[in-house]
């Protein structure tokens, strides 16, 4: 095996073994706390311009298929595991995470002490860093973490975003069946794409929508030609207050249409309605947050994936509806007046439990309140 290396802006470095590509990724890195669904994660636009570490001990046990995957490609910088499975078994399995990191050009480490490393990013929070499977010299690779762009600076949303328009007719899975099509002409969801992760449009599908997917540039003019019954912002990555776009098009929409907005979007709304945005110290990235909903106090266990937060004493004429309950970090909140409606997890899990899946009957009852 290869031998690569992880160097942390900190000066931290861990000498591991290379899998997928060889030769080197940056970005900012974050752990993942979920046991399966590594190859969900890989393929989420959110985690673009991020190093992913999987807290689990041992990846790739059930190789990689044609169907669990959240966009066209992976979109991660590179991944980091302790222990990489030699050999996979499953029965829709058509190759191994090794080959399939090596097919996208995705460089991973493995062999590392990911525990301590996870500990360290809890304790000091997000760094950035370098693994590199060509410099020996680990000095020189901590001098090139630090020199990286912050990804508050960067425009990764361009960088995941459809350029072009398109309907999406895919819904839930099915055991014996696959993907099931969906035939519904009404009400249309145009559903504004920063990130999107296929899951959701699948949702938007098994609920009864019609789903067009708009480019988030020009994403105004396209709604005015359209006129769909409601709006939805995706997830996506990067700063928030960077998605000018997305801002002024909730501002222009908010009094006429329902609009809903997940992850990245329930941050954009929040800064559309005068609201302001944090960075958390490391993120949430997992299957397994807590949250509870405020309305009936019930507890979901939840997908998440983002490095930012709404404040919620930012916010006017809001209700809060959910809160983490690690951290009491806002997860959810609706407007008291206009029909707006946001969660910051991810209701359609992939990877992750199912138990907030009822948010998208929720907003598709709204369109129809609405209609």
């Known amino acids: 095996m290869k031998r690569a290396i992880l160097a942390l802006e900190d000066g931290t470095y861990f000498v591991g073994y290379s899998f997928g590509a060889e030769g080197e990724a940056e970005g900012e890195v974050v752990f993942n706390t979920s046991m399966t669904g590594y190859q969900e994660i890989l393929t989420d636009p959110s985690y673009k311009g991020q190093i992913v570490i ?13 169907e669990d995957i959240e966009s066209e490609k992976v979109q991660v910088n590179g ?15 058509k190759k191994s995470l090794d080959e399939y990191l090596k097919e996208n050009g995705v460089v991973g480490i493995q062999s590392i002490d990911t525990r301590a490393l996870v500990k360290r990013i809890r304790e000091k929070g997000v760094v950035r860093g370098v693994i590199s499977t060509k410099e020996e010299d680990p000095r020189k690779l901590v001098r090139r973490a630090r020199n990286i762009k912050d990804i508050s600076e960067q425009d ?16 839930d899975w099915n055991l014996y069946k696959g993907y099931i099509r969906g035939d519904s002409e009404k009400p249309i969801i145009a559903v504004v794409d920063f990130g999107v992760k296929r899951n959701i449009l699948r ?18 003019e396209l709604i005015r030609k359209i006129d769909p019954d409601a ?33 990245l979007g329930h941050q954009i709304i ?11 110290k ?7 947050h807590p949250v509870k909903d405020l309305r009936d106090g019930h507890i979901e266990i939840t997908s998440q994936n983002h490095n930012f937060a709404v404040d919620p004493e930012s916010l006017k004429d809001v209700e809060i509806t959910h809160i983490n309950l690690l951290d ?31 948010i998208f009957k929720e907003f598709i009852q709204l369109c129809y309140a609405r209609a």
């Open 54 to 66: 999987m807290t689990y001990t041992q990846i790739g046990n059930c190789g990689v298929n044609d």
């Open 156 to 171: 990764l949303v361009e960088k995941v975003a459809t350029k072009e328009v398109y309907y999406w007719n895919e819904g």
């Open 203 to 220: 949702r938007l599908v098994s609920e009864g929508a019609k789903v067009i997917v708009l480019p988030p540039y020009g994403a105004r």
């Open 282 to 288: 490391f993120g949430h990235h997992g299957g397994n």
């Open 328 to 358: 009491n970090t806002l997860e959810g909140f609706r407007h008291k007046y206009l029909p707006i409606y946001c969660v910051q997890y991810h209701p359609e899990a992939s990877p992750g439990p199912h138990d907030a899946k009822n």
């Open 270 to 280: 929040g800064i559309a309605l005068g609201g302001k945005t944090y960075k958390l």
């Open 231 to 263: 709006i939805l912002l995706s997830n996506g990555p990067g700063d928030p207050a960077k998605v000018l776009d997305g801002i002024r098009l909730v501002r222009e929409f908010m009094e006429e249409k329902p609009i809903m907005g997940i992850c």
């Open 79 to 93: 991944f980091v595991i302790r222990e990489l499975s030699t050999f996979y078994s499953n029965w829709r399995a």
